[in-house]
């Protein structure tokens, strides 16, 4: 169990989820934040590879690889 002030927390997160308005920025917001992610990683460059385009492995080709997998898995 958890003890009062930690369980009064999560009650408030989930309310404050509830509202329309707050799930529509979460619905435009997050996948912005997360290609924004994806495209600094992709700055990071870790190999050159030629059949690649662009020639260049990147940090955000992995991680995007990673997380195609992972999701496909999850979501099998």
Sequence with gaps: MLKAP???LFDEYY???QHPTNRLTHK???PVIVLHI???LDW???ATVPVLPG???TLGMV???L?????LRADV
């Design 67 to 71: 997380t195609a997998v992972w999701y």
């Design 28 to 30: 435009l917001a997050i």
């Design 63 to 65: 991680a995007w690889a």
């Design 15 to 17: 309310s404050s989820h």
């Design 55 to 57: 020639g260049v492995l």
């Design 38 to 40: 994806i495209a600094m």
């Design 6 to 8: 930690i369980a009064a």
């Design 44 to 46: 990071v460059r870790l």
